[in-house]
């Protein structure tokens, strides 16, 4: 089976290693992955501000790139809902929409490909820790992507997975609404991390760079003693023999 990966912006530029645990968890279960080099961003930052005359041109873009992938997989639920988002951008132009629709039928968020497509729910991963785990917005609400993670993460020996209180409340990133609307942002993201700790987790897991860098963010500049990894990172995570 050949995957190729859509890294996204996050990934690319903030958690490398976020990249290089998808690709060698694709790896291990068998799947061959490509790394197209024209991908650029989703444009779902311009998209959300209203830019849809220039977020059409990369979706074009992505289109093309995308053209003659089997499945496209990522590390972001977020990412994968605005590629599933880019044939509403061309309801006048028919051609375009078609190829949109394409790309999203072959378009899938990491856990969501290994649990749906792959048939795979352990993935021989161990991580000896408590931990709890962060629903994204996007992920869960747009993309529909809210069974899988928990399945994955249940089979990883030695976690100990603890109910996060209110986990469908938004971390307070929400794309550019972090950037515009601050002060309410840092409340919402400081309840959130209250709810974090009612846990008692050492390790809070989530499937979006977006929603990590910012809980992230704030749980180190509050000074909290609680590890942030992506779901990618966690299933990579060996067996020891």
């Known amino acids: 089976m050949k995957v190729s990966l859509f890294i996204t912006c996050l990934a690319d530029v903030f958690y490398p290693n976020v990249g290089k645990s998808t690709v060698e968890l694709l790896e291990k279960l068998g799947c061959e992955v490509d790394f197209p080099e024209q991908q650029t961003c989703c444009g779902q930052p311009a998209?959300?501000?209203g830019y849809h005359k220039e977020t059409r041109e990369v979706a074009k873009n992505m289109i093309k790139t995308y053209e003659n992938?089997?499945?496209?997989?990522?590390?972001?639920?977020?990412?994968?809902?605005?590629?599933?988002?880019y044939q509403n951008?061309?309801?006048?132009?028919p051609e375009w929409r078609e190829k949109a629709v394409k790309l999203a039928n072959k378009s899938y968020e990491?856990?969501?490909?290994?649990?749906?497509?792959?048939?795979?729910?352990?993935?021989?991963?161990?991580?000896?820790?408590?931990?709890?785990y962060h629903n994204s917005c996007h992920m869960t609400r747009l993309l529909g992507v809210k069974d899988a993670p928990a399945?994955?993460?249940?089979?990883?020996?030695g976690l100990e997975m603890e109910p996060l209180s209110n986990h469908y409340d938004?971390?307070?990133?929400?794309?550019?609404?972090?950037?515009?609307?601050?002060?309410?942002?840092e409340q919402m993201v400081d309840e959130k991390i209250k709810h974090i700790e009612e846990t008692g987790a050492e390790v809070l897991i989530g499937a979006d760079c977006g929603c990590l860098m910012n809980i992230?963010?704030?749980?180190?500049?509050?000074?909290?003693p609680i590890k942030v990894m992506h779901i990618a990172e966690v299933l990579?995570?060996?067996v020891d023999h």
């Open 89 to 93: 951008l061309f309801d006048n132009q």
């Open 69 to 85: 992938a089997e499945y496209v997989v990522s590390p972001s639920g977020s990412c994968i809902t605005m590629l599933h988002e």
């Open 236 to 238: 990579n995570s060996e």
């Open 170 to 185: 938004c971390c307070g990133f929400g794309g550019t609404f972090s950037v515009k609307m601050g002060p309410i942002s």
């Open 110 to 132: 990491l856990s969501q490909f290994l649990v749906d497509v792959l048939k795979v729910e352990n993935v021989s991963a161990r991580l000896p820790a408590r931990a709890t």
């Open 216 to 224: 992230g963010g704030r749980i180190n500049r509050k000074g909290k």
């Open 151 to 157: 399945k994955l993460l249940e089979n990883v020996e």
């Open 47 to 49: 998209f959300n501000t």
